[in-house]
């Protein structure tokens, strides 16, 4: 059996998504649920959530574990897995993770670009790795079956979380810095120890995180994935597209900004280009793994490996989770 | 006229307290009334603080300024400014620190003891120093007049914060380390440092931080602080006993655990001592002050220089909060 995951997607989630996830064939999707909400908002996106399952229980449900993606598979439905980008709704509170989990949150990042309460974003100047409440959150996300995620993580708390988790982690959205050095885009060094310790890297297909962003052609992308195997073997690639379809621009400024600043921030933007960027043509949802699909076999992959990067990989590494 | 200030207390508040501030002759105490509260959870506090100025007006009120000093003496009463022991109230809302400061709030620790939002504190392996988000809430600080305090931080991230804030910073209540190496207690460099850009050191009466402990001398403690006053000047140091007068030891233990942690920290005790240390007999409560004077004039300070320490010092930073 072969499946198709896309680990991570923002959409401004409607039908019309979930139709178009259906028509991409994805099996399953790991969905960004908060960026910087607390514990009580993010159960307002829970029940905004449990009315998007309500109203189209045709082509969704939500994912627990890896049996729900044989489950949508069978039944020609997209199981939806909840993630966080940023560990805000756990507050600083480690009863919370538990509370989290059994709302449904399967991957959280322990940091979103700046410092959190767990480790250092890669928008930090210095990187004082996992702290003290983050090894206790750790722990935690390691008992229950929440995966460690570190895409936009900086680089020693990286290391930190890979050592400190006995479960293999994951980068569910970032591209390798050989390819494209965008500030969140990972070196090959880290890539390496993340596959070592049975870790994912999810390619993402974020203009922002692509050689030539908006104009980045299918061979190049797929040059990058077979390099990219090479360092990190086949089966430790899938995809995780960092899709955000249908947002409008506002939406992207609140990932940068939350509440922090009182100046704004441009991220991987600029002043003059503060918006989402425009998708590459092959690229623009996710009937676009088809132009993945097509292109990986190009490059020289075999079937079985295309099958992997498209989603079998993804699937492995979910049934390791609550091992 | 000379003022006398003891800047940290966090003690269980009652009339009886208040009295004994008074026989002391205390003329304004910085309180703690948050450790690790989120802004809410502040907000009960100064309801709790209010029913307290409201059934004790003949013995305290709120303090907002330095006038509020002199004020407090021409009435024979005790100014309480408020502080906070961590940033958990400002949460991760810029917008709240000109909340906390309309509702009291004139001091404000960047961490307590561990990473922080905003910077790294001393119980932290690593030392990544002030955040984004903290370099942020630094300028709102500075623009509002609510001082920088850094007793529980980690040293690099005291170095940034001096020279980021653009007013004179505090370490309300900590003690040099050359003459008892507790965690919290810093180095000459880092007092030089702080004395040389106008900032203040709080002398701490809690046993953890003293030589000898519970058992510390009189003699010793002012020994202390005419080697201290050497470092830093005599103008730049003051008392912040960091007294915890009636308070239960239910109350250091959620000082240290707070509820980031499944297994519990001992913090500066130990498993065998866990509770709240014995006071050294020379002060139990703030009239010990009548000791410390006594002390400072014996080691050799003159009268003017001792009145500094035991309040004037203080009160002349008050002064230029607000400049």
């Known amino acids: 059996m072969n499946y198709k995951i896309d680990n991570l997607q ?4 409607s ?3 979930f139709e178009i996830n259906r028509e991409a064939g994805l099996d399953a999707v790991h969905v960004t649920v908060v960026y910087h909400e607390d514990y009580k908002e993010f159960q307002k996106k829970v ?3 449990n009315n998007l399952f309500k109203n189209n229980k045709d082509l969704i449900f939500l994912g627990k574990d890896f049996k729900d993606i044989e489950k949508a598979k069978n039944e020609n439905k997209t199981a939806i897995f909840f993630g966080f980008q940023n560990c805000s709704p756990i507050e600083d509170d480690i009863e919370l993770v538990e509370k989290v989990y059994e709302s449904g949150c399967r991957f959280m990042q322990l940091t979103y670009n700046n410092q959190s309460l767990l480790a250092t974003g890669c928008y930090e100047k210095n990187d004082s ?5 983050g090894k206790e959150v750790i722990k935690e996300m390691n008992r229950l079956g929440i ?3 570190m895409s936009h993580s900086a680089e020693k708390s990286t290391y930190d979380a890979i050592e400190l988790s006995q479960k293999p982690i994951a980068i569910t959205h970032a591209n ?3 390819w494209y050095k965008a500030i ?3 070196s090959d060094e880290l890539l390496k120890t993340l596959s070592d310790s049975g870790g994912m890297l999810g390619l993402s297909l974020y203009a922002h995180h692509l050689k030539d962003k908006s104009d980045c052609t299918i061979e190049s992308f797929c040059e990058m994935a077979a390099r990219t195997a090479e360092i990190m073997g086949v089966k430790n690639i899938g995809i995780g597209s960092d899709l955000c379809l249908n947002q409008p621009d506002s939406v992207v400024e609140w990932m940068r ?3 922090w600043a009182k100046t704004k921030n441009y991220g991987e933007g600029t002043k003059e280009k503060s918006g989402f960027p425009k998708q590459p043509e092959w690229f623009t949802d996710a009937r676009g793994f088809k132009n993945i699909e097509n292109g990986l076999i190009k490059i020289g992959f075999s079937i079985q490996e295309v099958y992997g990067i498209l989603g079998n990989n993804w699937f492995n590494f979910y049934k390791g989770i609550h091992k």
Do not use: I, S
């Not at 923002?10 to 989630?13: G, I, K, L, M």
């Not at 790795?129 to 409440?133: D, L, Q, W």
């Open 176 to 178: 390798p810095n050989f």
């Open 10 to 13: 923002y959409c401004n989630w």
């Open 15 to 17: 039908r019309e998504v």
């Open 257 to 259: 900004n939350g509440t």
């Open 129 to 133: 790795g996992v702290t003290n409440f």
């Open 147 to 149: 995966v460690v995620d």
């Open 47 to 49: 029940e905004e959530w």
């Open 184 to 186: 969140r885009n990972k």
